[in-house]
């Protein structure tokens, strides 16, 4: 089946260690979005990718940075974690149309020691 | 500056009830709307959106909303609520331009079915 998926599903990291999640996808999308999201909150955008077109949102943090080597793939990258960066991170997709729905991975639950 | 707001942080029901969460908008020009479902330590579903058309829109597992302009709100309904149906739900509205379309989410409400 076509789907998002999302590596590791659980992540645990120690404070100011970098660390990386990985999404990757088999629906052919151009659109990759990285998502956080804290307790069952509402999805915060830290940035998106339409193609190789890299979209940063004005309050992200420098300290996430992300990859898009090719399509299938996307990567986030946190230089140096903190505790407030502990969280759900989620990946999503969705074709070129505009008003076409994402799809999500199951997220990646991030820890800091 | 564009917010969908979720009045109701939860929303509890009984078995076979209907069952409605709110969400209201402010956008500026035409709203594109949707509603998403997350199930514990899962990510988000999409059940069904808001383009252009009929106010009353179907989406999946029985899940339909109504949008009303005049009230700039999108309302989920479903006739007869499921135990299943318990998680935590989003309404989300579409911003941006051309090729940086993103969601703007709701604080999200939680469903308790209760059988």
């Known amino acids: 089946d076509a789907m998002v998926i999302q590596n590791p599903r659980y992540q645990v990291t120690q404070f100011g260690k970098p660390v990386t999640l990985s999404c990757s996808q088999t629906l052919n999308h151009n659109v990759m979005y990285w998502y956080q999201q804290k307790s069952s909150q509402a999805p915060k955008l830290l940035f998106h990718?339409?193609?190789?077109?890299?979209?940063n949102e004005a309050d992200t943090p420098d300290n996430f940075q992300s990859r898009r080597p090719n399509t299938s793939f996307c990567f986030l990258d946190i230089r140096s974690p903190g505790l407030g960066d502990a969280a759900m991170y989620l990946c999503a997709t969705r074709t070129t149309g505009d008003y076409n729905e994402q799809f999500f991975g199951p997220g990646t639950r991030l820890t800091v020691l | 500056a564009q917010s969908v707001a979720q009045p109701e942080d939860q929303v509890n029901v009984a078995e076979g009830n209907p069952l409605t969460v709110k969400c209201t908008y402010s956008v500026s020009g035409n709203p594109y709307l949707f509603w998403y479902v997350q199930y514990p330590n899962r990510g988000l579903q999409f059940l069904l959106k808001y383009i252009t058309g009929d106010n009353l829109v179907k989406g999946s597992y029985g899940f339909e909303a109504e949008f009303n302009k005049s009230q700039t709100s999108f309302h989920l309904k479903k006739p007869s609520a499921l135990v299943s149906d318990s998680a935590l739900y989003f309404c989300a509205a579409l911003r941006g331009s051309t090729g940086r379309r993103a969601l703007t989410f709701g604080s999200g409400t939680r469903l308790q079915v209760q059988p």
């Open positions: 990718y339409y193609d190789k077109d890299f979209n």
